[in-house]
């Protein structure tokens, strides 16, 4: 199982199946076993050679505890050293959540290193001084005090009703470098709105109809990009979108087929 070192912050990353190469960043709270315990790996490594990765704070990736050693900068110079580190040039990339903003990074910094984006329910929002806790912020620190069994009860209650499996990753976090992240993201992540009109490379964007702000997010943007399209996943938050595989991946694989064809094509 390699490690890729990014400034000293090691990070981990599997790798399976055959073809072009395809990077999948989970979201928040996540881990690479999510995209194979909802099937979404069994659906791609026939046609692609599958890149997991482990976010900082995140599964067998280094957790630090200091809300600046989450910089959105610093995970896409984890992607970067995870590339490196597997002699990758390009890549397609899909993120889901934080994994998608950090996407939205790369297409920023490092766009001559993607194929193409697909963005999970996310937004290029700031962070501010002056912002109030957000629910997630509030859930980890009870639960930094009062453990992981009160984050399980206060995700249910944010969501309504979680699966087992994510109950199960819940109770496996380093609640500390989630407590962390949920500052940096409140507090000190920049805008890349403007930025993100910028991107040339193919775009599919997607989330939940009740996600809203994702969704609205989601669907302005592509009005803006000329090579990006929108699915909207009905009567789904941002919780069920993540897990919703057997809606997103044709629309995923009709997608990166496309992008195949017009290579050859051309």
Known sequence: MPFASNQGTMICCEVDGQGPPIMLAHGMTGEMSFWRGYGYVDKLKDRY??????????????KPHEAENYDYRLMVGDVIAVMDTLGLTKTHYWGYSMGAHTGLGMAKHFPERLSSLVIGATTADAGSDDAEPGPLLKIFRRGVQEGHEAVVEDMRALFGSI?????????????RAMVALSEYSTYRIPSLESDVLQIKLPCLFYAGDRDRSAHEYGKEVVQRLPHARFY???????????????????????FLAGLEERRTDA
Request: glycine letters at 6%; proline letters at 4%; a negative charge.
């Open 163 to 175: 699966t087992p499996q994510y109950e199960q990753r819940l109770r496996s976090l380093d609640l």
């Open 49 to 62: 050679t599958v890149i997991l990765i482990d976010a900082r704070g995140h599964g067998r990736s280094d």
């Open 232 to 254: 909207s996943l009905a009567g789904l938050n941002h919780s069920d979108a993540a897990d919703a595989m057997e809606e997103i991946m044709p629309q995923v694989l009709a």
